[in-house]
């Protein structure tokens, strides 16, 4: 792919990578800003710098425990569980997708989905904080009803790329799926 900039839905840069692996498999990689140690150290030292006025106050060293413990508890969950810096869409003609999520701290979700359970990928609209933002989807067949649509599965849920980005994704997914 050529180098475009991509933006998030609100305006932070992301990264779009995509590989072919062969005419058959593509693979996607959205990849969100890393964690900035200058807004982790602010945090910090804001948390620290309040759990020590309040020390000064009432001289109890449970306070500032406390205050380090909350804090460094706080960043291992958000590195672990919430911030994640790429996400991945692997999608293999005919066999199926991969999706993947890699947060912080290395750890890793990945769902594969049967090719005979998809019936399409589409590009959806939602609103969000009183806008319309897009978002690309896999729409999952109805067992009872292959006509019908059972569910849905967002893609790129937490780096949120803005329709330009969403674009090149579908139309090369499209490619594929057409095969089949």
């Known amino acids: 792919m050529e180098d475009e900039s991509f933006t998030d839905i609100n305006g932070k840069a992301i990264s779009l990578d995509c590989q072919s692996h062969s005419s058959l498999c593509r693979e996607f990689t959205v990849s969100s800003p ?3 140690i200058g807004k982790v150290m602010v945090f910090t030292c804001s948390v620290w710098l309040v759990a020590y006025a309040v020390f000064c106050f009432t001289e109890n060293t449970a306070v500032l425990s406390s205050a380090i413990l909350i804090t460094l508890v706080g960043m291992i969950l958000h590195i672990h569980f919430v911030k994640i810096d790429h996400e991945s869409l692997l999608v293999i003609d005919c066999l ?3 999706l993947s999520s890699s947060y912080a701290s290395g750890r890793e979700n990945t769902t594969f989905i049967e090719m005979s359970k998809i019936k399409d990928i589409v590009i959806n609209e939602a609103v969000y904080m009183q806008r319309i933002i897009y978002y690309l989807c896999i729409l999952l067949k109805d067992p009872s009803d292959p006509n019908a649509v059972s569910s849905v599965v967002p ?12 674009v090149k994704v579908y139309k090369s997914c499209q490619e594929i799926l057409s095969k089949c």
């Open 155 to 166: 893609l790129f849920q937490s780096s949120k790329p803005r329709l330009n980005c969403l």
């Open 96 to 98: 199926g997708i991969q």
């Open 34 to 36: 890393k964690v900035s």
